[in-house]
């Protein structure tokens, strides 16, 4: 079967640093995505990996291990607008591509 | 801007009677999916369809159904709504094979059954 595990939720301040892990193991893997996710409104793209290392975006950054089946994000210079869910989500392939989520980890932002 | 669009954003449906939600593209991908999300927990694939090949997810309740008209349009069809049917219902789009641009999600409509 498919498994994604996240944290369920996480606090941090104002300008700090947090890292949100992922633990995978699935079938046909195809890339791992990590989406935002405001309460009540769908989610939105951050960033993709498919290949081991690390991406940077602006104050986000992902990495991905695919023998370890590990990724994590990485936000830097917290700030209240960041407080939102953090959805892991892996590609699988059977025949089409699916996007498979974690549980999402909801993040706290506090001043 | 091409977009995915789902309607309406909010439907409130009563108790076993049957309801369609909708969603469009501009984007011309061939896969659509529908997703659904209960409150707190991550979107769960219902079913999806690539061009026309529909795939069932194998726990999706026989009660959901899925039409696919033509390229730009999907719908999701509950017959017999229950309580526990209430969730927000993500509609997304690829082209095929994942890219790094990811899958374009729609802004969702928000079932209420009643």
Known sequence: G?????????????????????????????????????????????S????????????????????????????????????????????????TDKLIFGTGTRLQVFP | DAMVIQNPRYQVTQFGKPVTLSCSQTLNHNVMYWYQQKSSQAPKLLFHYYDKDFNNEADTPDNFQSRRPNTSFCFLDIRSPGLGDAAMYLCATSSYGTDRYGYTFGSGTRLTVV
Not at chain 1, 56 to 75: A, I, V
Not at chain 1, 77 to 89: G, I, R
């Open chain 1, 2 to 46: 498919q498994n994604i595990d996240q944290p369920t939720e996480m606090t941090a301040t104002e300008g700090a640093i947090v890292q949100i892990n992922c633990t995978y193991q699935t079938s046909g893997f195809n890339g791992l995505f990590w989406y935002q996710q405001h309460a009540g409104e769908a989610p939105t793209f951050l």
């Open chain 1, 48 to 95: 993709y990996n498919v290949l081991d290392g690390l991406e940077e975006k602006g104050r986000f950054s992902s990495f991905l291990s695919r023998s370890k089946g590990y990724s994590y994000l990485l936000l830097k210079e917290l700030q209240m607008k960041d407080s939102a869910s953090y959805l892991c989500a892996v590609s699988v392939r059977r025949g």
